[in-house]
C-alpha cells in the first residue's frame, strides 16, 4: 500500500512560480514511475506531468510544456513538480501520482490527496 504525500500548493499572481514536492514514505521513490494531475472544479481531471523510473525520460501536457517541469530527488525520495510563469488557468487541486509499471506514461495507480494552486489575476 503506497502513501503519498503533496506540498508546496498556494497563492500566486499570474506570472509567479510555484515548486510542488511529493514524498512516499516507507517505499524508495526510484521505484515508481511518478507524475502530477491535476483537476479544477467545471473541468475534467488533466495529466500534467510523468517520470520513469528510471529519471531519463518525462512527458508533459500541452498545457504545461515549456512552463512546468518534472524532476526526483532519490537522495531526499521526492518528486517535485516546478511551475513557472504560472496562469489563472493553471488553479486546480494538483495530485501526485505513481504507478510501479515500467511502461507507464500516466501513473494514476497510486493517488495523494492533492494540494491547492489559485492563481490569481
Known amino acids: 500500500q503506497v502513501h503519498l504525500e503533496e506540498s508546496g500548493g498556494g497563492l500566486v499572481q499570474t506570472g509567479g512560480s510555484l515548486r510542488l514536492s511529493c514524498a512516499t514514505p516507507?517505499?524508495?521513490?526510484?521505484?515508481?514511475?511518478m507524475g502530477w494531475f491535476r483537476h479544477a472544479p467545471g473541468r475534467e481531471r488533466e495529466f500534467v506531468a510523468c517520470?520513469?523510473?528510471?529519471?531519463?525520460?518525462?512527458y508533459y501536457g500541452d498545457s504545461v510544456l515549456g512552463r512546468f517541469t518534472i524532476s526526483r530527488d532519490n537522495a531526499k525520495n521526492t518528486v517535485n513538480l516546478q511551475m513557472d510563469n504560472l496562469k489563472p488557468e493553471d488553479t486546480a487541486v494538483y495530485y501526485c501520482?505513481?504507478?510501479?509499471?515500467?511502461?507507464?506514461?500516466?501513473?494514476?495507480?497510486?493517488w495523494g490527496n492533492g494540494t491547492l494552486v489559485t492563481v490569481s489575476s
Open positions: 516507507g517505499r524508495p521513490i526510484s521505484d515508481f514511475t
Open positions: 517520470i520513469v523510473w528510471s529519471g531519463y525520460s518525462t
Open positions: 501520482t505513481a504507478s510501479e509499471s515500467r511502461i507507464a506514461t500516466r501513473p494514476g495507480d497510486y
